[in-house]
């Protein structure tokens, strides 16, 4: 087992560089922080390949932890690896998950340029609980390793596969399909209740300010807004992705 | 008009003190900060006391504040009341709504306990959105007039009633009038879409951790859950009661 002391020592260095998407993507790993996140990446095999424990903190039993490479840190060198204000004391260093997008996805949420950490975790949280098949994120939206994404969907990114691409051109396989792809916009839209839940559709969730591109919108089936019935501007995105997944879905 | 230099100015003082709950409650009292929230304030008569300026920043003319007293502030004045890390430029000094409890409401939240201002707020500004009637807040929810809950409220607050009470005791209110109240339970509920859409209700959501208390979930009509169909253990609050406020409203 290893052991560190120092926040010189290299590989210290190596993981804080992980705070960076630059690194991430260059790398191709991300770390993930604490003992529910942790125990939800160690039920998929090959995701961890390295677990780093701060000397003062003991393992559960229940975490099966015997195959992964374990590097016991002091205090100090976990504080600095941290992102956190309370460190858990354990970190994983995990392998990017590598999903391509799926055809035989029946279920699926599009994410066109969500720029807010916390409300793609919760999103994505949301569409695992909503039992989507998948998730594509597209071009523009905010690091799906970035660690607020990952604490905040709770360990789903884990749980549905979720992939990247161009939503434009995946739009076309589904409409091919006859599986009704639906656009979200404030204008030209009908009320989301005039949609009869089914068991395959494709739902794209837009950008915080500017919602979903315009060309998107021109080759979705229809488009739904959610009615304001009070004075609020707008709803919360998640609010809304959450609304409009459990309507849709059967 | 008057002008404050120094941040030991007894007004900055004041104003400051207001960011604890200890002394809204005292004074019946709460800042508001940026351009938006003002302005959804302005709407209401009587709200707006007294406005603290920025002296670089320039008041939009769409702004009515004719009648309300002006006090200018140096930027360093001004970054000592902020509680945001790039003031707007514009602080309201508001009185807190007195809102009662009012029988003829028919559609109904009751909020118990949920402590994450960010969720509070959230939940109110989606209750507007959801044409709520009026929100009654129990014992041990985090406070109304946090600057936290004001902000996410995105202005919110000031379009529902919103009063404080005993549910357990005003739950009785509506049970002898016949409108149903659904308590949210994981355990012993049945699924949200069983229950069919309609014009009065009152729903109840519960602490993040600890959901409604026990005592209100006996006294309900029925306890409903959202059906988790993937792998998630649970959705955020602030989701389940966007979820079930867009169902149940007819």
Redesign the interface.
């Known amino acids: 087992m290893n052991r560190i002391e120092s926040v010189k020592n290299p590989k210290v260095k190596q993981w804080k560089k992980l705070h960076t998407k630059k690194e991430r993507e260059a790398t191709k790993t991300f770390l993930i922080e604490g003992f529910h996140l942790v125990e939800e990446a160690l039920k998929k095999e090959e995701v961890i390949k390295e677990l780093i424990v701060s000397e003062e903190v003991s393992i559960p039993a229940s975490l099966n932890v015997d195959n992964i490479p374990l590097t016991l840190v002091t205090k100090d060198v976990m504080k600095a690896i941290s992102e956190t204000e309370a460190p858990q004391g354990v970190i994983a260093l995990c392998r990017e998950q590598d999903y391509s997008f799926d055809e035989s996805w029946k279920k699926i949420l599009f994410i066109d340029a969500i720029q807010d950490p916390g409300n793609l975790g919760?999103i994505i949280?949301?569409?695992?609980?909503?039992?989507?098949d998948g998730i594509v994120l597209g071009e523009g939206t905010v690091d799906l390793y970035n660690s607020k994404v990952i604490r905040s969907s709770?360990?789903?990114i884990f749980?549905?596969p979720i992939s990247k691409g161009n939503l434009l051109e995946l739009l076309h396989v589904y409409k091919e399909r006859n599986i009704p792809v639906y656009g979200t916009s404030l204008q030209n839209g009908q009320p989301h209740k005039e949609i009869e839940p089914a068991d395959s559709f494709v739902l794209i969730i837009g950008n915080e300010g500017s919602g979903v591109d315009k060309d998107l919108l021109e080759k979705t089936d229809k488009n739904l807004y959610?009615p304001?019935?009070?004075?609020?501007?707008?709803?919360?995105v998640?609010?809304?992705a959450?609304?409009l997944l459990?309507?849709l879905?059967g």
Not at 228 to 236: C, K, P, Q
């Open positions: 919760t949280r949301t569409a695992d609980a909503a039992g989507m709770q360990g789903s749980h549905l959610i304001i019935y009070g004075s609020a501007e707008s709803l919360n998640g609010i809304a959450g609304i459990y309507h879905r």
